[in-house]
């Protein structure tokens, strides 16, 4: 049974670099955090030594994937058939309605 998980990485430059996971293996959260500091070093920004890693519940999850789903077409039909993995990495601003809902996750 696999677990989803909300990470998270503050910046210093205003932006969050988010992941959402569903995963049954533990090691793919090393994996995922290593995608979102290689995403955030691409986009020159300056990543805080941290990342927020929380397991969901059905609420949180069902939250993560609404937002996903809503935002990215591509997601939303890769949502569809995902039973038993599943990682997005995303950046936005860290200011907005949006980022503060998902921070409100962990």
Known sequence: MPTDYLMTITTRNGYSVHAYLMTADPRDIEHTASLMMDEAERQGLSALPLIMTTPLREDGRDTVRAFLAGT???????????????????????????????????
């Open 72 to 106: 990215w077409q591509a997601v939303a039909e890769a949502l569809k058939s995902a039973t038993t993995f599943h990682q997005s990495v995303w950046l936005m601003p860290s200011s907005g309605p949006r980022n503060e809902q998902l921070m409100a996750l962990h």
